[in-house]
Structure formats: structure tokens, C-alpha cells
T-cell receptor, first 110, second 118 residues
Framework: GESVGLHLPTLSVQEGDNSIINCAYSNSASDYFIWYKQESGKGPQFIIDIRSNMDKRQGQRVTVLLNKTVKHLSLQIAATQPGDSAVYFCARDKGTALIFGKGTTLSVSS | DAGVIQSPRHEVTEMGQEVTLRCKPISGHDYLFWYRQTMMRGLELLIYFNNNVPIDDSGMPEDRFSAKMPNASFSTLKIQPSEPRDSAVYFC????????????????FGPGTRLTVL
């Protein structure tokens, strides 16, 4: 089926810890995956993307891992900061459009 | 670039009224998407355009919803008549065929229009 889901709706971490947000997908034909961050009252903001021919991709303090065998995607945030508090969405491609998961709320405490 | 621009940011209307939401995509982007976000259903794609032409409107919930893109810099989403269950945040997003990440054509979202239908 066409679904993109996240394992946990909420995640609480301490400032400075590493955060891992997980996502599972069901459509093995998906070629492109993307992570978005949405702060309260704002639109989703692009974080990082990855193609199915990649296993890992790194950005600034963020890493996306793709395990095609188990259809699992994760976002790792290093040295989490209070400004990272937001809702994080994974999405997969459906042709040109994107199918979004429900989101994980990340709360960072000082 | 100012990013994707949406107006109004907030709209409160009464059931049965016509509502028009507006979007200006990022200059040079040839794809435009309309999404709806609710707590229950998350982010749902309603319709998207390529070079001003509607490509997929299968997400439009009912005939009460219509979208147009008269030119490359402007799109509207209209609800007529509006109903309380249409209350949501409506986002517009745009993308270019090449993208900027070097991996894919990521979509850039506007700030959204929060619609409340009483």
C-alpha cells in the first residue's frame, strides 16, 4: 500500500544528546525520500533528502539512513539543540508528488 | 527570493461562504502543489500543477474544491460553499525539476493559510 509512517509520535531528549527519528514505508518502488521539519505556525522546511541508490547521506548535524531491505528510514540529529524542537515528517515520492507520514514531535529540554 | 507566499495567513468564515486562498510560488519553479494539514489526517496532497497545467487532482476532496493557475506566478484554491469540516491549514509548495540538494527536486512550502469555517 501507499503509506509512510513513523514509529513514535513523540520523542523527548536532553540538549546535547543525539536524536534518532524513525520512519517506515511500505512501497518498495519508492525512489526518493525526504525529511521535513515543521515548527509551530510555520510551513514544513526541507532538511535532507536521499535516493534509493544511497544508504546514507549527511548534512549539517543531520544524517539520513536508508535501509531498503526492511523499508526503514531514519533521521539522526547530532548534538540536539532547543531550536531543533519541532515536528519532523518523512515523505516518499509518488511520481512528482510526495506522500507524508504523520510526524514525530521532538522536544528538547535544556 | 522571498520564498513561497500565501495569503491570507488566517481566514475565518461562516459555513456556506466562498473562500479563496492564494499562492505565489518561487520564481522559476514550474511545479506547484496544494496541501491540506489536519491533526487527524496529517499532510494531504490536494492537487499539483506543472507549467500551470493541473496534473493530478485526485486528492481534491469534493467538487466544492477547485484550483487554478492562470500564470506561472499565481495560483488559487477555492472552496465553495465552505463547510466546518474544511477547517485546516492549507499549504502551497513549489519545486523546480532540478532541485537544489543535488539529489532530488525538494518542495519548498509557504507559511500556510489557517482556515476556520464556523
Amino acid at each position: 500500500g501507499e503509506s509512510v509512517g513513523l514509529h513514535l509520535p513523540t520523542l523527548s531528549v536532553q540538549e546535547g544528546d543525539n536524536s534518532i527519528i524513525n520512519c517506515a514505508y511500505s512501497n518498495s518502488a519508492s525512489d526518493y525520500f525526504i525529511w521535513y521539519k515543521q515548527e509551530s505556525g510555520k510551513g514544513p522546511q526541507f532538511i535532507i533528502d536521499i535516493r534509493s541508490n544511497m544508504d546514507k547521506r549527511q548534512g549539517q548535524r543531520v544524517t539520513v539512513l536508508l535501509n531498503k531491505t526492511v523499508k526503514h528510514l531514519s533521521l539522526q540529529i547530532a548534538a540536539t539543540q532547543p531550536g531543533d524542537s519541532a515536528v519532523y515528517f518523512c515523505a516518499r515520492d509518488k511520481g512528482t508528488a510526495l506522500i507524508f507520514g504523520k510526524g514525530t514531535t521532538l522536544s528538547v529540554s535544556s | 527570493d522571498a520564498g513561497v507566499i500565501q495569503s491570507p495567513r488566517h481566514e475565518v468564515t461562516e459555513m456556506g461562504q466562498e473562500v479563496t486562498l492564494r499562492c505565489k510560488p518561487i520564481s522559476g519553479h514550474d511545479y506547484l502543489f496544494w496541501y491540506r494539514q489536519t491533526m487527524m489526517r496529517g499532510l494531504e496532497l490536494l492537487i499539483y500543477f506543472n507549467n500551470n497545467v493541473p496534473i493530478d487532482d485526485s486528492g481534491m476532496p469534493e467538487d466544492r474544491f477547485s484550483a487554478k493557475m492562470p500564470n506561472a506566478s499565481f495560483s488559487t484554491l477555492k472552496i465553495q460553499p465552505s463547510e466546518p469540516r474544511d477547517s485546516a491549514v492549507y499549504f502551497c509548495a513549489s519545486s523546480s525539476p532540478v532541485g537544489t540538494s543535488g539529489v532530488g527536486n525538494e518542495q519548498f512550502f509557504g507559511p500556510g493559510t489557517r482556515l476556520t469555517v464556523l
